[in-house]
Structure formats: C-alpha cells, structure tokens
C-alpha cells in the first residue's frame, strides 16, 4: 500500500522560506507524477505545483510561479516544494499527492493517493 507523508511546514514571516518534502512509501515512485495542493480555511483546496514522472515537466499555479520550486529525487522516494518570498496568503495546510496514470494534472481527482498534510503559516 502507498503511502505518502509530508514534513518541513511550520510559521515564518513574509518574505521568509520554506521546503516542504514529501516522501513516498510502499510504491514504485518514479512512476507516479506528484503534486503539491493546499487548502485554507474556509476555501477549497487548490492545486499549487505538479510534477512529471521523471522530473521535466513542472506546472505551477500563477500566482506561486517565480517563488516557489517543485523538484524530485526519484532515488529517494521524495518530491519537493521549495517556496521562497512567502506572502500570509499562502498561509494553508500543504498536501502531496500522486497520480498513479502520470497526468500531473492541476485538478485534485485525478490524485489517487494523499498525504496527510503539513500546516504553513505566513504571518506578516
């Protein structure tokens, strides 16, 4: 059974960095594109960042792009979200996720697997 558990949130002030990691369990990695959503209270969860099987292809929710980074090392089992000049509205809780068919695409159903979440807070 696959399993995915997220680590590296926490509370930093705006314009500070974090990189949240993602590791997956139980499965064969390199076949599952990956992806990072989040949700904040009150709202629906949105896609933040997906990748590719073997790491080419990145998409990124407009208003994260030139901030934050999605990478992954396949030999570790883990997939990554490098997110720099942090604003409060990225204030949610973080969650990874795989999709076994390697679409990475942006809408949440197509993610077969999910971890359990990490909370990020941006306070300014």
């Known amino acids: 059974q696959v399993h995915l558990v997220e680590s590296g949130g926490g509370s930093v002030q705006t314009g500070g960095s974090l990189r949240l990691s993602c590791t997956v369990s139980?499965?064969?990695?390199?076949?599952?594109?990956m992806a990072w959503f989040r949700q904040a209270p009150g709202k629906q969860r949105e896609f933040v960042a997906s990748?590719?099987?073997?790491?080419?292809?990145?998409n990124y929710l407009d208003s994260v792009k030139g901030r934050f980074t999605i990478s992954r090392e396949n030999d570790k089992n883990t997939v990554y979200l490098q997110m720099d000049s942090l604003k409060p509205e990225d204030t949610a809780e973080y969650y990874c996720a795989a999709d076994f068919l390697g679409t990475a695409i942006e809408l949440p159903v197509y993610y077969e697997i999910w971890g359990p979440g990490i909370q990020v807070t941006v306070s300014s």
């Open positions: 139980g499965g064969t990695f390199s076949k599952y594109a």
């Open positions: 990748i590719s099987r073997g790491g080419l292809a990145t």
